[in-house]
């Protein structure tokens, strides 16, 4: 069969899994704790897909290093807290992965998440199986580098232009143009549709199963 695609490259947070409002209020409640200006639900959404770093860095900047770890380390303990309702993929997901590795597609996450935040998502989640490969931004740059899809790229031997990148925001596909691969957005997710398309994706889709319309 022909495949426009050979390695499709998703996004986790807000495009595989439903955990936007999860962030939001775990970011919100880190900040009040931390007694740090508590940002907006929106200025929120804005930086969900960024490594820690930058996400802290565009919501809080000045903070020193203590602070920052300080802040960090909250958050995590916060994300992780066992009484929260668990976080569940979008409807549809686990049909679309399945289908996509059943047509020979290889199938790669990149996140802002950390490795053992990933890895967390992937347990909870039962989806790792379908993933060939990952790349979290504490193992490389953060988004819009296009460094994790070309890393990924070159590990599966695909030319950038055989990959397509799958996100909610639109440094995710930002990160994909500057790799040389085309994209597609999720309005579904952290991003508005606008904004998406201010990285020119070949399209945004509005259900998971959408993406088989155009792979």
Same mark, same amino acid.
């Given at each position: 069969m022909s495949r426009a695609y050979d390695l499709i490259i998703f996004d986790w947070d807000?495009? /595989?899994?439903?955990?936007? =409002? #999860?962030? *939001?209020?775990?970011?919100?409640?880190?900040?009040?704790?931390?007694?740090? +200006? *508590?940002?907006?639900?929106?200025? @929120?959404? $804005?930086?969900?897909? /960024?490594?820690?770093?930058?996400?802290?860095?565009? /919501?809080? +900047? =000045?903070?020193?290093?203590?602070?920052?770890?300080?802040?960090?380390?909250?958050?995590? *303990?916060?994300?992780?807290?066992p009484n929260l309702p668990p976080t569940p993929v979008f409807e549809g997901v686990d049909t679309l992965l399945e289908s996509l590795r059943g047509s020979g597609h290889k199938l790669a996450v990149a996140t802002g998440k950390a490795r053992h935040g990933l890895e967390r998502a992937f347990a909870h989640s039962g989806l790792k199986h379908h993933f060939v490969d990952s790349r979290t931004a504490c193992e490389t740059a953060s988004k819009p580098d296009p460094?994790? *899809?070309?890393?990924?790229?070159?590990?599966?031997?695909?030319?950038?232009? #055989?990959?397509?990148?799958? $996100?909610?925001?639109w440094f995710d596909l930002?990160?994909?143009?500057?790799? $040389?691969?085309?994209?597609?957005?999720?309005?579904? $997710?952290a991003g508005s549709e606008a904004h998406l398309m201010t990285a020119r994706p070949r399209a945004v889709i509005h259900? +998971?199963?959408?993406?088989?319309?155009? @792979?």
């Amino acid at each position: 069969m022909s495949r426009a695609y050979d390695l499709i490259i998703f996004d986790w947070d807000g495009t /595989l899994m439903d955990s936007v =409002g #999860r962030i *939001v209020h775990c970011w919100q409640q880190a900040a009040r704790l931390e007694s740090l +200006p *508590v940002a907006s639900e929106e200025e @929120v959404r $804005g930086i969900i897909g /960024l490594s820690m770093a930058e996400a802290i860095n565009n /919501l809080v +900047p =000045g903070l020193d290093g203590d602070r920052q770890q300080r802040f960090r380390e909250r958050y995590r *303990v916060l994300y992780s807290d066992p009484n929260l309702p668990p976080t569940p993929v979008f409807e549809g997901v686990d049909t679309l992965l399945e289908s996509l590795r059943g047509s020979g597609h290889k199938l790669a996450v990149a996140t802002g998440k950390a490795r053992h935040g990933l890895e967390r998502a992937f347990a909870h989640s039962g989806l790792k199986h379908h993933f060939v490969d990952s790349r979290t931004a504490c193992e490389t740059a953060s988004k819009p580098d296009p460094q994790m *899809v070309l890393e990924l790229c070159q590990a599966h031997q695909v030319a950038p232009q #055989r990959a397509l990148m799958v $996100g909610d925001a639109w440094f995710d596909l930002e990160m994909g143009r500057r790799a $040389g691969s085309d994209s597609i957005g999720v309005s579904y $997710g952290a991003g508005s549709e606008a904004h998406l398309m201010t990285a020119r994706p070949r399209a945004v889709i509005h259900h +998971p199963l959408e993406l088989l319309d155009w @792979v």
